[in-house]
């Protein structure tokens, strides 16, 4: 179900955030009989207003009452209910869902970007296969018509509302959405889109048969080391840096298997040297043993509104990268270096009250590895110049037996599969 993934502190959080917004958007616009008369605003875009932060209410309320027989009740007093004003509200979007599951008679963005990658994965001869996982899904359209490729879907996204949202409209199938339009308005009237959601029969059949939806952190993915043939990336790539979003795809892709990326590299992360060109996305890929199979764009408005005077576009890239037959195996004259992100750390405690005790560990992001005390003095060495021959040299510990210089490689291998580490 929709919440099955949540851990109890994650439950704690999004209770307490939808008690904040239900809170927050039961309120009525203040002293509106005022605003309408000394500064000319509509008493109809008023309505207008309350109009949607009732359904927005109504929303959170009914995701709120969902929720909260699941939560642990001392989980939940335990965690501090932060306060909102009413002007830094966040409303409940629903731009996407409109996008995907209406009907837009003016501009079908879903419609061209899915008929895109038919076309494109078709004339690329990509078959059939097993698996496929989309990362960061919305609002699950694509993983839902592009399920006929494969056995088996998952689909995430870290948005416990996208994922409630493609869930209730699976249940109802026919959803009235409204939604706000604050700025550049023609007309009183288009202060909110009204959108009638549909999904078809067919599509809940393919969801009950094959996909999988659930709330997840792409940095921590609940599936198991190469189990995914096709991976993709729809408008999501530019969410996380590639250095942390790698770790994952590698680490869930089969051999052979295909990432498949669509959407702009626009970034939603403040860190400038990890905001990568197309160019250097494509290099990053080359140099981890991947070979480049697409490479072109794609223009569309998104988010396209008929009741706005405004619209983005957007340069979409098309990419598909191949995952090579293995993981290169370290040998003693391989040159390494350590992600930057990697965290290194030595524990020491007294045992007995008298000798101490060390403990040593690498962590990067969600994962963590114990570490032998060999492996981290080898890797505080690592400097991207010297072989790991000449640095076991350094620690005067080159003697060592064959056995044990292969169990030293394993680890090394596995911090490798795992983004910890990589080959110069």
Known sequence: MVFDNLTDDEKAYWLNYLVRMEGLHGQTVPQKEHLAIDNGISARRIALIEEANLFYKNIYTKIKDELYPLVAKETLLTKEVQSFSYESATPFSFGYLIRDWGHNSTYDQYGIIHSFLEEKLQAMNVSAAPSALFLGCGTGRYAVDLAYRYNQVDAFDASLFMIWSINHLKKVRTWEVVQKVLRNCRTIEDTIQRVT??????????????????????????????????????????????????????????????????????????????????????????????????????ATRHLFNPNSMRYRMYDNWFFVAQKGDAQARLTLSDVLVVNNAVELRVTRRAKDGKCMEASYAASFHQKAYDLPEIIYELMLKIDGKTTLEQILWQLEISDIIEEEKEQLLAILQELLESNFIALK
């Not at 729809?234 to 990432?259: H, Q, S």
């Not at 992360?269 to 991947?290: C, D, I, P, R």
Request: hydrophobic share 50%; net charge negative.
């Open 197 to 298: 959601l549909k999904m078809t029969e067919e599509q809940v059949r393919t969801i009950d048969e094959k996909v999988n939806f659930f709330i997840a952190q792409a940095s921590n993915i609940p599936l198991d080391q190469g189990a995914i043939n096709h991976i993709y990336s729809i408008y999501f790539t530019d969410v996380l840096p590639l250095n942390v979003l790698f770790g994952e795809l590698d680490r869930l892709l089969a051999a052979n298997g295909l990432f498949i990326h669509f959407g702009p590299l626009e970034y939603f992360f403040n860190t400038e040297l990890e905001m990568l060109s197309a160019e250097e996305v494509a290099l990053f890929f080359q140099k981890k043993g991947y070979r480049i199979l697409a490479n072109e764009f794609l």
